[in-house]
């Protein structure tokens, strides 16, 4: 199987990690994302990863308290998630570094563009963890970052539903889903596949995101292999 893609940013939803239980890290889902991830490498992809919160801590979602604070305890969600990662691919024979945008020296290198290139022209993944290190900035906005900063050619947008579509498919049998959309029809019409401030990223970077679900882990070696999977979302929409 041949890659498409030489370098790409693949960014993980904590729900994604916690497989059936819904919460927490399931190791047996952790085993199958790292056993994709190593084909991936194996193909000769240069990977990073930002990794999502929302299975152990979702700021956002608390009432009673300080955003500031309850954001900064997202970021160390992140980071459990990424050391969890971290070992689950080590134990497939994958070299891998984390690195925080808090800096934690003990658990992870401290995040710095050049050393993360360095990293990938060795061959090793990148897990980058603790969003950008900012309030009200979400892990959606730190992959959008981190893929500019990184020149990754895209992003692989790994979710709990297999594409974009027009309504929650949970809910709506009816849903419509998407093949292609462009950057204005994610923010006009408000379809939720990622907050406003990374879509415009993207959409002003010309980086381009594929979305699709990680309920089959080997989803992550079609998106890099080119297949027609998931919802194509670009600048001018075209796939």
Known sequence: MEAKYKRVLLKVSGEALAGEKGYGLDEGTLDKVSESIKKVVDMGVQVTIVVGGGNIWRGR???NM????ADHMGMLATVINALGLCSALESCGVETRVQSAIEMRAVAEPYIRGKAARHL????VVIFAAGTGNPFMSTDTAAALRAVETEADIILLAKKVDAVY???????PNAKKYDALSFSDILGKELGVMDSTAASMCRDNNMSILVFGLDDPENIV???SGERIGTLVTKDGAR
């Open 61 to 63: 979602s608390s009432e």
């Open 66 to 69: 300080d955003r500031t604070r």
């Open 121 to 124: 022209e060795k061959g090793r």
């Open 166 to 172: 027009d309504s929650d498919p949970n809910l709506n």
């Open 222 to 224: 079609r998106a890099v």
